[in-house]
Every structure is written in structure tokens, then in C-alpha cells.
């Protein structure tokens, strides 16, 4: 009787056969590990991507907020901006200039003479029409601390700080007199001076000699010192506080 293929493959894998029925056996077991293997693996593969996927995305999650809504946090609560209407602080605050202002309370960020400093306004010296066209905060330079004296003698006359003549012309609008008219203040405990780089046309510390607390901004209403001026680009640059025009002013006892 002649043998077919289909018979010889038979009698070569047959558990009778005890030489080579084990080997064909084995082959056949790893061949259907290798296909299950194959079938199994999508399914793991797949789970450990999601988990992938998922560490991925909480990774990112953590670094989103450590290195953009934290920072963000920080400048937000420290900092604030301002536009500037009026021309009171020219040359060195430009109208419709943005400045940059810390938010820092004057306990923890201690005022000096010569600081750029922004404050709510003190007793209504913006009139009516600013008012409604702005918000209730000015900027001005502080000149005075408590317990200086504050004073100038008039057109061509220098401002005196205790008594001892400064020189602003580092900071003063070109062509401008420290002063048109004569004062004098004493500036009491817990407030503090504050006059614009443009005399000519500030309405500040001197011109409200009246409103009840002689032209004296109180330092609880100071909102924070500027730092620079940010817009336009042409303009971005420090404001400067000119310490140095007050190094030789003594300091005065507070009464």
C-alpha cells in the first residue's frame, strides 16, 4: 500500500511513537506558545501604555504648575502695573507710560527719600473729572520722612530737607524750579512727602498744604515703590530713586 503525506505527518507526530512522538509533541507546544504569546501581548502592551500615558500626563500636569502657575502666582501678588495719565512725573514717567510696581506693605519694604512711590490718594486731591477717568492712585516721589522738615523759599530757591539744601536736577524736569512758591512742612509720625518731578505741574504734598493733614501722605496708603517703566519698549528702563541726593540730609527725631 503506498504511504501518503498526510499519513507520515500523522505517524511523526503520534504519541506512539516514543522517539520522536516527544519531540514533535515539544515543537508543537513551543509553537503554540509563540502564537499565544503573540495573541496576549497587544493586551499587555496596550495596559501598559494607559499607564504610560497616565504618567505622562500627571508629569506634565506637575510641571505646568510648578514652572508657569506658580511663578504667575508670585509676580501677580507682588508686582502690579500701572498707566500713567498725567504728566506730573515728566521727564522721568512719560504720559501713558506702564510701570511696574512691588505690592510689598512699607513694613517689610522700609520707604527711603528719593523712592518713586505710588499711594492711594490721600483726601481727594484728584478732582472730579480725573476721578471718573482713572482710579484713585497717584505716583510721586517721596521727600521727606517722618519727622523731617521739608521746606524751599520760593522760585530759584532750593528744597531744604532738615535744613540742608538738596540737589535734584538729576531727577527735576529740565527748565524747572524745585519750587514756585515758598512752604514749609514738618512731616508728622506715620505719613510721609511726596512731590513730582515736574513742579511746574504736580499737584502734590505742597499744593495741599489744606486738606487737613498739611499735603502729608499717610505710609499705610503707600501701595508699593516703582520699579521700572515696561511700555512702551522704547522706554523700558529702572526708575531710579536717586538715593544719593539725600546722603548728606540727617535724619530728624520723630514727634
Known amino acids: 500500500m503506498a504511504l501518503t503525506a498526510d499519513m507520515v505527518v500523522r505517524t511523526e507526530g503520534s504519541a506512539d511513537d516514543p522517539e520522536h512522538g ?137 528744597v531744604k530737607v532738615n535744613g540742608v539744601p538738596i540737589n535734584e536736577t538729576s531727577y527735576l524736569k529740565p527748565g524747572v524750579n524745585p519750587s514756585d512758591f515758598a512752604f514749609k512742612v514738618k512731616v508728622s509720625a506715620g505719613n510721609v512727602f511726596v512731590m513730582g518731578d515736574n513742579r511746574a505741574n504736580s499737584a502734590d504734598s505742597r499744593w495741599h498744604a489744606d486738606d487737613g493733614n498739611d499735603g502729608l501722605v499717610p505710609v499705610h496708603d503707600i501701595k508699593g515703590k516703582g520699579l521700572l517703566t515696561f511700555w512702551p519698549l522704547g522706554r523700558f528702563g529702572a526708575l531710579q530713586s536717586h538715593h544719593e541726593v539725600f546722603d548728606a540730609v540727617p535724619a530728624q527725631a520723630v514727634s
Do not use: Q
Open 22 to 158: 516527544s519531540e514533535a509533541s515539544g515543537r508543537s507546544d513551543a509553537v503554540r506558545g509563540v502564537r499565544n504569546y503573540g495573541r496576549r501581548r497587544p493586551a499587555h502592551a496596550s495596559s501598559s501604555n494607559r499607564r504610560s500615558d497616565n504618567g505622562s500626563g500627571w508629569l506634565f500636569l506637575r510641571d505646568l504648575i510648578i514652572y508657569c502657575v506658580i511663578p504667575l502666582l508670585v509676580v501677580f501678588t507682588l508686582f502690579a502695573s500701572y498707566r500713567i495719565p498725567s504728566g506730573s512725573m515728566m521727564d522721568t514717567i512719560e504720559v501713558g507710560d506702564r510701570v511696574l510696581v512691588t505690592r510689598l506693605e512699607p513694613r517689610l519694604m522700609k520707604p527711603r527719600r528719593g523712592d518713586v512711590v505710588v499711594f492711594k490718594d490721600p483726601a481727594h486731591w484728584l478732582d472730579d473729572k480725573n476721578e471718573n477717568m482713572f482710579t484713585d492712585t497717584l505716583i510721586k516721589r517721596l521727600i521727606g520722612l517722618p519727622g523731617d522738615t521739608v521746606e524751599c523759599s520760593g522760585k530759584g530757591a532750593p
